[in-house]
Protein backbone atom coordinates (compact mmCIF):
# COMPACT_ATOMS: atom_id res chain seq x y z
CA UNK A 1 0.00 0.00 0.00
CA UNK A 2 0.86 3.20 -0.85
CA UNK A 3 1.28 6.45 1.59
CA UNK A 4 1.19 10.41 1.14
CA UNK A 5 3.01 12.28 3.67
CA UNK A 6 1.67 15.90 4.02
CA UNK A 7 4.88 18.05 4.32
CA UNK A 8 4.84 20.96 2.70
CA UNK A 9 3.60 23.90 5.18
CA UNK A 10 5.81 26.27 6.21
CA UNK A 11 5.55 25.69 9.99
CA UNK A 12 4.19 29.09 11.18
CA UNK A 13 3.04 27.96 14.43
CA UNK A 14 6.32 26.60 15.53
CA UNK A 15 8.22 29.81 14.52
CA UNK A 16 11.37 30.65 15.03
CA UNK A 17 12.41 27.69 14.99
CA UNK A 18 11.01 26.39 11.09
CA UNK A 19 12.73 29.49 9.58
CA UNK A 20 15.91 27.22 9.50
CA UNK A 21 14.44 24.17 9.47
CA UNK A 22 10.75 22.84 7.54
CA UNK A 23 8.47 21.09 10.51
CA UNK A 24 8.90 18.03 9.36
CA UNK A 25 12.84 18.09 9.80
CA UNK A 26 12.31 19.35 13.32
CA UNK A 27 13.89 16.98 16.08
CA UNK A 28 12.33 14.93 18.16
CA UNK A 29 14.17 12.87 20.46
CA UNK A 30 17.17 14.00 18.38
CA UNK A 31 15.20 12.26 15.22
CA UNK A 32 13.33 14.43 12.88
CA UNK A 33 9.56 14.06 12.60
CA UNK A 34 9.29 12.81 9.37
CA UNK A 35 11.57 9.55 10.22
CA UNK A 36 9.18 9.05 13.31
CA UNK A 37 6.55 9.33 10.99
CA UNK A 38 8.06 6.84 8.67
CA UNK A 39 8.73 4.50 11.59
CA UNK A 40 4.92 4.60 12.44
CA UNK A 41 3.62 4.17 8.71
CA UNK A 42 6.31 0.96 7.79
CA UNK A 43 5.02 -1.12 10.42
CA UNK A 44 1.83 -1.19 8.91
CA UNK A 45 2.89 -2.44 5.30
CA UNK A 46 3.17 0.70 3.50
CA UNK A 47 5.90 0.07 0.98
CA UNK A 48 5.93 3.30 -1.51
CA UNK A 49 5.69 6.72 0.17
CA UNK A 50 5.51 10.14 -1.33
CA UNK A 51 6.32 13.18 0.71
CA UNK A 52 4.83 16.61 -0.35
CA UNK A 53 6.82 19.06 -0.15
CA UNK A 54 7.17 23.12 -0.99
CA UNK A 55 9.06 25.06 2.26
CA UNK A 56 12.62 23.89 2.31
CA UNK A 57 12.34 20.70 0.32
CA UNK A 58 15.74 20.84 -0.20
CA UNK A 59 16.51 19.91 3.59
CA UNK A 60 14.32 16.87 3.90
CA UNK A 61 15.06 15.30 0.23
CA UNK A 62 19.04 15.47 0.83
CA UNK A 63 18.16 14.13 4.43
CA UNK A 64 16.19 11.23 4.10
CA UNK A 65 17.12 10.35 0.36
CA UNK A 66 15.16 8.05 -1.68
CA UNK A 67 14.67 5.26 0.03
CA UNK A 68 14.01 4.98 3.74
CA UNK A 69 14.60 0.97 5.55
CA UNK A 70 13.98 -0.37 2.18
CA UNK A 71 10.81 1.86 1.40
CA UNK A 72 10.76 4.13 -1.79
CA UNK A 73 10.39 7.21 -1.23
CA UNK A 74 9.28 10.06 -3.50
CA UNK A 75 9.04 14.40 -3.45
CA UNK A 76 6.68 15.64 -6.03
CA UNK A 77 6.71 19.28 -6.50
CA UNK A 78 4.67 21.91 -6.85
CA UNK A 79 5.01 25.29 -8.60
CA UNK A 80 3.22 26.62 -5.90
CA UNK A 81 1.55 25.45 -2.60
CA UNK A 82 -1.95 23.89 -3.40
CA UNK A 83 -3.12 22.61 0.21
CA UNK A 84 -3.32 19.52 1.35
CA UNK A 85 -6.06 17.84 -0.90
CA UNK A 86 -4.77 19.73 -4.22
CA UNK A 87 -1.05 18.47 -3.20
CA UNK A 88 -2.22 14.67 -3.60
CA UNK A 89 -4.51 15.89 -6.54
CA UNK A 90 -0.82 16.79 -8.05
CA UNK A 91 0.34 13.38 -7.84
CA UNK A 92 -2.95 11.55 -8.68
CA UNK A 93 -1.32 9.28 -11.69
CA UNK A 94 0.89 7.48 -9.04
CA UNK A 95 -2.43 6.76 -7.07
CA UNK A 96 -4.35 4.24 -8.91
CA UNK A 97 -5.57 1.97 -5.33
CA UNK A 98 -6.52 2.83 -1.98
CA UNK A 99 -3.87 4.59 -0.19
CA UNK A 100 -3.36 6.53 3.11
CA UNK A 101 -2.87 10.00 3.86
CA UNK A 102 -1.03 11.13 7.19
CA UNK A 103 0.28 15.30 7.98
CA UNK A 104 3.60 15.84 8.47
CA UNK A 105 3.08 17.17 11.89
CA UNK A 106 1.74 13.90 13.58
CA UNK A 107 2.91 11.33 16.02
CA UNK A 108 0.78 8.27 16.95
CA UNK A 109 -0.04 4.66 17.25
CA UNK A 110 -2.87 4.29 15.86
CA UNK A 111 -3.58 1.26 14.00
CA UNK A 112 -3.68 1.51 10.53
CA UNK A 113 -4.12 -1.68 9.90
CA UNK A 114 -7.24 -2.12 11.47
CA UNK A 115 -8.12 1.58 10.29
CA UNK A 116 -8.04 -0.16 5.99
CA UNK A 117 -10.22 -2.62 7.39
CA UNK A 118 -12.91 -0.18 8.96
CA UNK A 119 -12.75 1.42 5.12
CA UNK A 120 -13.43 -1.44 3.36
CA UNK A 121 -16.02 -2.76 5.11
CA UNK A 122 -18.09 0.72 4.91
CA UNK A 123 -16.92 1.25 1.42
CA UNK A 124 -16.92 4.82 1.39
CA UNK A 125 -14.20 6.86 -0.28
CA UNK A 126 -12.55 8.17 2.58
CA UNK A 127 -12.20 7.39 6.29
CA UNK A 128 -10.70 9.76 8.87
CA UNK A 129 -9.51 8.26 12.39
CA UNK A 130 -10.70 10.35 14.96
CA UNK A 131 -10.07 10.64 18.66
CA UNK A 132 -11.10 12.53 21.50
CA UNK A 133 -9.72 15.62 23.21
CA UNK A 134 -10.72 17.64 25.94
CA UNK A 135 -9.95 20.96 23.46
CA UNK A 136 -12.02 19.89 20.05
CA UNK A 137 -11.82 23.65 19.31
CA UNK A 138 -8.29 23.46 17.82
CA UNK A 139 -9.37 21.06 15.47
CA UNK A 140 -12.06 20.06 13.29
CA UNK A 141 -14.66 18.59 14.98
CA UNK A 142 -16.43 15.50 13.69
CA UNK A 143 -19.95 14.56 14.00
CA UNK A 144 -20.86 11.18 13.02
CA UNK A 145 -24.61 8.85 12.43
CA UNK A 146 -24.56 5.49 13.21
CA UNK A 147 -21.96 3.28 12.05
CA UNK A 148 -19.74 5.99 11.60
CA UNK A 149 -20.97 7.67 8.72
CA UNK A 150 -19.80 11.63 9.13
CA UNK A 151 -23.11 14.03 8.44
CA UNK A 152 -20.94 17.24 9.55
CA UNK A 153 -17.48 18.71 10.01
CA UNK A 154 -16.66 22.11 12.00
CA UNK A 155 -13.41 23.33 11.69
CA UNK A 156 -12.03 24.90 14.68
CA UNK A 157 -15.76 26.30 15.99
CA UNK A 158 -15.67 27.80 19.22
CA UNK A 159 -15.51 26.72 22.11
CA UNK A 160 -19.48 26.60 22.89
CA UNK A 161 -20.21 25.33 19.48
CA UNK A 162 -18.70 22.22 19.41
CA UNK A 163 -21.23 19.08 19.30
CA UNK A 164 -18.65 16.69 20.51
CA UNK A 165 -15.19 16.38 21.47
CA UNK A 166 -14.56 13.89 18.92
CA UNK A 167 -11.62 15.52 16.55
CA UNK A 168 -9.88 14.74 12.87
CA UNK A 169 -6.57 13.46 13.46
CA UNK A 170 -5.70 14.18 9.83
CA UNK A 171 -4.85 10.68 9.23
CA UNK A 172 -7.25 8.81 6.68
CA UNK A 173 -7.20 6.25 4.02
CA UNK A 174 -8.62 7.04 0.77
CA UNK A 175 -9.97 5.73 -2.92
CA UNK A 176 -8.46 7.38 -5.77
CA UNK A 177 -11.98 8.02 -6.44
CA UNK A 178 -11.98 10.38 -4.36
CA UNK A 179 -9.47 12.68 -6.20
CA UNK A 180 -11.25 13.14 -9.49
CA UNK A 181 -13.53 15.59 -7.03
CA UNK A 182 -10.52 18.00 -6.73
CA UNK A 183 -9.71 20.64 -9.16
CA UNK A 184 -6.31 20.18 -10.86
CA UNK A 185 -3.56 23.15 -10.10
CA UNK A 186 -5.91 24.76 -7.42
CA UNK A 187 -5.51 25.35 -3.79
CA UNK A 188 -7.87 22.99 -2.21
CA UNK A 189 -7.85 21.68 1.28
CA UNK A 190 -9.40 17.96 2.63
CA UNK A 191 -11.07 19.17 5.47
CA UNK A 192 -12.96 22.84 4.48
CA UNK A 193 -13.20 21.89 0.59
CA UNK A 194 -13.42 18.16 -0.17
CA UNK A 195 -15.28 16.66 2.48
CA UNK A 196 -18.21 18.72 3.08
CA UNK A 197 -18.85 17.38 -0.46
CA UNK A 198 -18.26 13.61 0.50
CA UNK A 199 -20.64 14.33 3.28
CA UNK A 200 -23.26 15.05 0.88
CA UNK A 201 -22.67 11.99 -1.17
CA UNK A 202 -22.75 9.92 2.18
CA UNK A 203 -19.36 8.38 1.30
CA UNK A 204 -17.47 9.27 4.50
CA UNK A 205 -16.48 7.71 7.44
CA UNK A 206 -14.97 7.96 10.85
CA UNK A 207 -13.15 5.11 12.70
CA UNK A 208 -12.46 6.06 16.19
CA UNK A 209 -9.26 5.29 17.93
CA UNK A 210 -8.04 5.01 21.21
CA UNK A 211 -4.37 5.08 20.58
CA UNK A 212 -2.05 8.03 21.53
CA UNK A 213 -2.37 10.49 18.91
CA UNK A 214 -0.61 14.22 19.16
CA UNK A 215 -0.66 17.09 16.46
CA UNK A 216 3.13 17.82 17.17
CA UNK A 217 2.56 21.02 15.15
CA UNK A 218 1.36 23.21 18.29
CA UNK A 219 4.32 23.30 21.09
CA UNK A 220 1.99 21.81 23.47
CA UNK A 221 1.25 18.87 21.18
CA UNK A 222 5.06 18.41 20.81
CA UNK A 223 5.58 18.00 24.57
CA UNK A 224 2.59 15.52 24.66
CA UNK A 225 4.59 13.63 22.12
CA UNK A 226 8.21 13.99 23.62
CA UNK A 227 6.96 12.77 26.69
CA UNK A 228 5.26 9.78 25.67
CA UNK A 229 8.09 8.48 23.55
CA UNK A 230 10.21 9.04 26.38
CA UNK A 231 7.90 6.97 28.18
CA UNK A 232 9.33 3.99 26.01
CA UNK A 233 12.90 4.46 25.97
CA UNK A 234 15.67 1.96 27.43
CA UNK A 235 19.06 3.06 29.14
CA UNK A 236 21.85 2.77 26.51
CA UNK A 237 25.40 3.09 27.71
CA UNK A 238 27.79 2.41 24.42
CA UNK A 239 30.74 1.36 24.79
CA UNK A 240 32.05 4.87 23.38
CA UNK A 241 30.83 7.12 26.13
CA UNK A 242 32.72 8.39 29.24
CA UNK A 243 30.27 8.19 32.33
CA UNK A 244 31.82 10.06 35.48
CA UNK A 245 28.62 11.21 36.84
CA UNK A 246 25.34 9.63 38.23
CA UNK A 247 22.27 8.71 36.47
CA UNK A 248 18.64 7.82 37.52
CA UNK A 249 16.34 5.84 34.85
CA UNK A 250 15.77 5.18 31.75
CA UNK A 251 18.96 7.89 29.19
CA UNK A 252 19.35 7.02 26.33
CA UNK A 253 23.26 8.29 25.58
CA UNK A 254 24.54 8.46 21.81
CA UNK A 255 27.68 7.68 20.75
CA UNK A 256 31.21 9.38 22.14
CA UNK A 257 29.18 11.50 25.24
CA UNK A 258 31.02 12.79 28.08
CA UNK A 259 29.64 12.87 31.33
CA UNK A 260 32.22 14.55 33.83
CA UNK A 261 31.94 14.01 37.35
CA UNK A 262 29.59 15.48 39.73
CA UNK A 263 26.81 15.82 36.63
CA UNK A 264 23.95 14.40 37.79
CA UNK A 265 21.03 12.98 34.84
CA UNK A 266 17.40 12.12 35.93
CA UNK A 267 15.33 9.72 33.33
CA UNK A 268 13.96 9.83 31.28
CA UNK A 269 16.54 11.86 28.95
CA UNK A 270 17.68 11.38 25.78
CA UNK A 271 21.43 12.70 25.01
CA UNK A 272 22.30 13.02 21.39
CA UNK A 273 26.37 11.97 20.16
CA UNK A 274 29.68 13.64 21.01
CA UNK A 275 27.91 16.22 23.51
CA UNK A 276 29.64 16.85 26.76
CA UNK A 277 27.80 17.74 29.76
CA UNK A 278 30.28 19.08 32.61
CA UNK A 279 30.34 19.02 36.07
CA UNK A 280 27.70 20.27 38.93
CA UNK A 281 24.99 20.24 35.60
CA UNK A 282 21.55 19.00 36.32
CA UNK A 283 19.60 16.70 33.04
CA UNK A 284 16.02 16.47 34.58
CA UNK A 285 12.76 14.34 33.42
CA UNK A 286 11.87 14.70 29.73
CA UNK A 287 15.19 16.71 28.52
CA UNK A 288 16.21 16.00 25.25
CA UNK A 289 19.80 17.36 24.98
CA UNK A 290 21.21 17.56 20.73
CA UNK A 291 24.26 16.00 19.15
CA UNK A 292 27.47 17.71 19.23
CA UNK A 293 26.17 19.89 22.30
CA UNK A 294 28.52 21.35 25.07
CA UNK A 295 26.95 22.17 28.49
CA UNK A 296 29.05 23.90 30.94
CA UNK A 297 29.35 23.57 34.23
CA UNK A 298 26.17 23.84 37.23
CA UNK A 299 23.61 24.24 34.06
CA UNK A 300 19.93 23.19 35.12
CA UNK A 301 18.29 21.35 32.53
CA UNK A 302 14.53 21.04 33.13
CA UNK A 303 12.27 19.59 30.24
CA UNK A 304 13.93 21.60 27.76
CA UNK A 305 14.95 20.84 23.95
CA UNK A 306 18.08 21.76 23.11
CA UNK A 307 19.44 21.03 19.18
CA UNK A 308 22.38 20.35 17.96
CA UNK A 309 26.17 22.21 17.70
CA UNK A 310 24.98 24.43 20.44
CA UNK A 311 26.85 25.89 23.50
CA UNK A 312 25.45 26.07 26.67
CA UNK A 313 27.51 28.31 28.93
CA UNK A 314 27.76 27.82 32.96
CA UNK A 315 25.35 28.16 35.69
CA UNK A 316 22.00 28.79 33.35
CA UNK A 317 18.87 27.36 33.96
CA UNK A 318 16.99 26.38 31.03
CA UNK A 319 13.53 25.07 31.52
CA UNK A 320 10.68 23.71 29.13
CA UNK A 321 11.91 25.59 26.16
CA UNK A 322 13.17 24.52 23.02
CA UNK A 323 16.55 25.87 21.65
CA UNK A 324 16.95 25.61 17.95
CA UNK A 325 20.96 24.32 16.65
CA UNK A 326 24.00 26.86 16.73
CA UNK A 327 23.48 28.87 19.23
CA UNK A 328 25.90 30.33 22.22
CA UNK A 329 24.47 31.01 25.84
CA UNK A 330 26.19 32.91 27.93
CA UNK A 331 26.80 32.28 31.75
CA UNK A 332 23.97 32.57 34.21
CA UNK A 333 21.52 32.93 31.59
CA UNK A 334 17.57 32.14 32.84
CA UNK A 335 15.37 30.38 29.95
CA UNK A 336 12.26 30.30 31.08
CA UNK A 337 9.55 27.88 30.34
CA UNK A 338 7.85 27.59 26.95
CA UNK A 339 10.44 29.84 25.24
CA UNK A 340 11.51 29.25 21.56
CA UNK A 341 14.73 30.47 20.60
CA UNK A 342 15.53 30.54 17.13
CA UNK A 343 18.64 29.29 15.16
CA UNK A 344 22.12 30.96 15.74
CA UNK A 345 21.38 33.20 18.91
CA UNK A 346 23.80 34.46 21.18
CA UNK A 347 23.19 35.59 24.75
CA UNK A 348 25.94 37.05 26.65
CA UNK A 349 25.96 36.83 29.93
CA UNK A 350 23.24 36.69 32.37
CA UNK A 351 20.86 36.99 29.63
CA UNK A 352 16.88 36.78 31.12
CA UNK A 353 14.26 35.21 28.63
CA UNK A 354 10.81 35.28 29.97
CA UNK A 355 7.90 32.53 29.90
CA UNK A 356 7.04 31.88 26.48
CA UNK A 357 9.02 34.34 24.79
CA UNK A 358 9.69 34.05 20.91
CA UNK A 359 13.05 34.88 19.38
CA UNK A 360 14.32 35.71 15.97
CA UNK A 361 17.37 33.87 14.74
CA UNK A 362 20.48 35.53 14.38
CA UNK A 363 19.56 37.68 17.13
CA UNK A 364 22.53 38.60 19.25
CA UNK A 365 21.32 39.66 23.27
CA UNK A 366 23.48 41.82 25.18
CA UNK A 367 24.57 40.87 28.71
CA UNK A 368 22.41 41.83 31.69
CA UNK A 369 19.41 42.37 29.38
CA UNK A 370 16.04 40.85 29.34
CA UNK A 371 13.31 39.32 26.75
CA UNK A 372 9.64 39.47 27.25
CA UNK A 373 7.36 38.68 23.98
CA UNK A 374 8.64 38.18 20.64
CA UNK A 375 11.77 39.53 19.27
CA UNK A 376 11.66 39.28 15.61
CA UNK A 377 14.74 40.35 13.70
CA UNK A 378 14.90 40.16 9.61
CA UNK A 379 15.35 36.78 8.61
CA UNK A 380 18.25 36.32 5.68
CA UNK A 381 17.64 35.63 2.06
CA UNK A 382 18.93 32.35 1.33
CA UNK A 383 20.05 34.05 -2.10
CA UNK A 384 20.93 37.51 -2.84
CA UNK A 385 21.83 39.26 -6.28
CA UNK A 386 23.34 42.25 -7.07
CA UNK A 387 20.82 44.08 -8.68
CA UNK A 388 19.12 47.55 -8.36
CA UNK A 389 15.80 46.32 -8.83
CA UNK A 390 16.30 43.58 -6.62
CA UNK A 391 17.82 46.22 -3.44
CA UNK A 392 14.99 48.35 -4.53
CA UNK A 393 12.00 45.89 -4.31
CA UNK A 394 9.77 45.47 -1.17
CA UNK A 395 10.50 42.54 1.37
CA UNK A 396 8.22 40.12 2.85
CA UNK A 397 7.67 40.90 6.76
CA UNK A 398 9.89 37.97 7.52
CA UNK A 399 12.91 40.16 5.87
CA UNK A 400 11.75 43.32 7.46
CA UNK A 401 13.68 45.36 9.39
CA UNK A 402 12.79 45.49 13.05
CA UNK A 403 14.05 48.43 15.22
CA UNK A 404 13.98 47.02 18.52
CA UNK A 405 15.73 49.13 21.48
CA UNK A 406 16.94 48.24 25.10
CA UNK A 407 14.82 50.22 27.40
CA UNK A 408 16.08 49.72 30.87
CA UNK A 409 17.42 46.48 30.52
CA UNK A 410 14.65 45.12 28.48
CA UNK A 411 15.05 44.56 24.88
CA UNK A 412 11.45 45.85 23.30
CA UNK A 413 10.55 46.64 19.19
CA UNK A 414 10.20 50.14 18.61
CA UNK A 415 6.76 49.70 16.45
CA UNK A 416 9.05 50.81 13.51
CA UNK A 417 9.47 48.34 10.32
CA UNK A 418 11.18 48.85 7.39
CA UNK A 419 10.01 46.72 3.83
CA UNK A 420 12.13 48.73 1.54
CA UNK A 421 14.84 51.19 1.28
CA UNK A 422 12.85 54.03 0.96
CA UNK A 423 10.87 52.54 4.37
CA UNK A 424 14.27 52.66 5.66
CA UNK A 425 15.08 55.57 4.72
CA UNK A 426 12.32 57.31 6.27
CA UNK A 427 12.05 55.63 9.56
CA UNK A 428 15.57 56.31 10.40
CA UNK A 429 14.23 59.91 10.30
CA UNK A 430 12.13 59.24 13.26
CA UNK A 431 13.45 56.07 15.04
CA UNK A 432 14.51 56.73 18.99
CA UNK A 433 18.13 57.28 19.11
CA UNK A 434 18.78 54.02 21.38
CA UNK A 435 17.60 51.90 18.50
CA UNK A 436 19.92 52.91 16.35
CA UNK A 437 22.64 52.42 19.09
CA UNK A 438 21.21 49.37 20.18
CA UNK A 439 21.23 47.81 16.25
CA UNK A 440 25.33 49.12 16.06
CA UNK A 441 26.46 48.63 19.35
CA UNK A 442 29.42 46.59 20.14
CA UNK A 443 30.60 43.81 16.96
CA UNK A 444 26.75 44.00 15.92
CA UNK A 445 26.01 46.29 12.88
CA UNK A 446 22.50 44.62 11.99
CA UNK A 447 22.47 47.95 9.35
CA UNK A 448 25.04 46.40 7.32
CA UNK A 449 23.81 42.72 7.62
CA UNK A 450 20.25 44.11 6.40
CA UNK A 451 21.75 45.70 3.50
CA UNK A 452 24.07 42.88 2.33
CA UNK A 453 22.13 39.94 3.60
CA UNK A 454 18.44 40.92 2.27
CA UNK A 455 19.15 44.21 0.17
CA UNK A 456 21.85 42.45 -1.64
CA UNK A 457 23.64 45.72 -1.78
CA UNK A 458 27.56 45.43 -0.43
CA UNK A 459 28.50 48.81 -1.60
CA UNK A 460 25.56 50.25 1.32
CA UNK A 461 26.66 47.78 3.60
CA UNK A 462 30.31 48.73 3.76
CA UNK A 463 29.17 52.49 3.99
CA UNK A 464 26.99 51.45 7.09
CA UNK A 465 30.38 49.68 8.63
CA UNK A 466 32.20 53.18 8.00
CA UNK A 467 29.44 54.96 9.92
CA UNK A 468 29.64 52.74 12.39
CA UNK A 469 33.28 53.35 12.74
CA UNK A 470 33.30 57.08 12.34
CA UNK A 471 30.80 56.93 15.34
CA UNK A 472 32.61 54.44 17.51
CA UNK A 473 36.16 55.69 17.06
CA UNK A 474 35.67 59.60 16.45
CA UNK A 475 33.15 59.78 19.19
CA UNK A 476 30.80 61.23 17.45
CA UNK A 477 27.33 61.77 18.74
CA UNK A 478 24.10 60.68 18.64
CA UNK A 479 22.60 63.28 15.70
CA UNK A 480 26.33 62.57 13.61
CA UNK A 481 24.90 58.93 13.70
CA UNK A 482 21.08 59.61 12.72
CA UNK A 483 21.71 62.17 9.82
CA UNK A 484 24.73 60.12 8.32
CA UNK A 485 22.84 57.21 8.33
CA UNK A 486 19.61 58.91 6.85
CA UNK A 487 21.70 60.67 4.40
CA UNK A 488 23.62 57.06 3.28
CA UNK A 489 19.92 55.48 2.69
CA UNK A 490 18.23 58.41 0.70
CA UNK A 491 21.44 58.57 -1.01
CA UNK A 492 21.71 55.21 -2.04
CA UNK A 493 18.32 55.49 -2.83
CA UNK A 494 18.45 58.32 -6.05
CA UNK A 495 21.24 55.79 -7.10
CA UNK A 496 19.75 53.14 -7.63
CA UNK A 497 16.60 54.61 -9.10
CA UNK A 498 18.80 55.87 -11.70
CA UNK A 499 20.46 53.37 -12.57
CA UNK A 500 16.78 51.25 -12.66
CA UNK A 501 16.01 54.09 -14.98
CA UNK A 502 19.27 54.20 -17.29
CA UNK A 503 19.03 50.20 -17.22
CA UNK A 504 15.28 50.83 -18.63
CA UNK A 505 16.37 52.98 -21.07
CA UNK A 506 18.89 51.22 -22.52
CA UNK A 507 16.93 48.38 -23.22
Not at 83 to 89: F, I, L, N, Y
Not at 359 to 386: A, C, H, M
Not at 402 to 430: C, V
Request: net charge negative; with cysteine; aromatic share 8%.
Amino acid sequence: MKAVILAGGSGVRFRPLTFSKPKPMLPLLNKPLVEHILDYIIGHGITEVCITTNYRREQIINSLGLEYKGVKLSYPFEEEPLGTAGSVKNIQNLLDETFVVIQGDTISDIDISSLVRDHHYNAGLVTIATTTVDDPWNYGVVETEDGGRIKRFHEKPQANECATNQINTGLYVVEPEALDMIPEKTFYDFAKDLFPKLVERGSIYASKSDGFWADVGRIDGYNKAKEWLMGRINTRIPDSMILDGSIEGQVYFGENVIVKRGARIVGPVVIGDNSVIDSGSTIMPFSSVGNNLTMRANTLVEGAVLFENSIIGAGNRIQNSLIAEDCVLGADSSIQANVLIGSSCMLEKNVSVIEGSRIWPNTFLPQNSTVSGTLRSFIPKDEVYNDPLWSLRTVTPDEAFYFNKLDGSHILFTGFRARSLLEFSETLKNVEDRSLEYHMRGDVNDFRRWSNQVLGDMRLADSMERIKAEFLNAGQNKTFLRSSMAELASKRLDELVVLVSKTKLYK
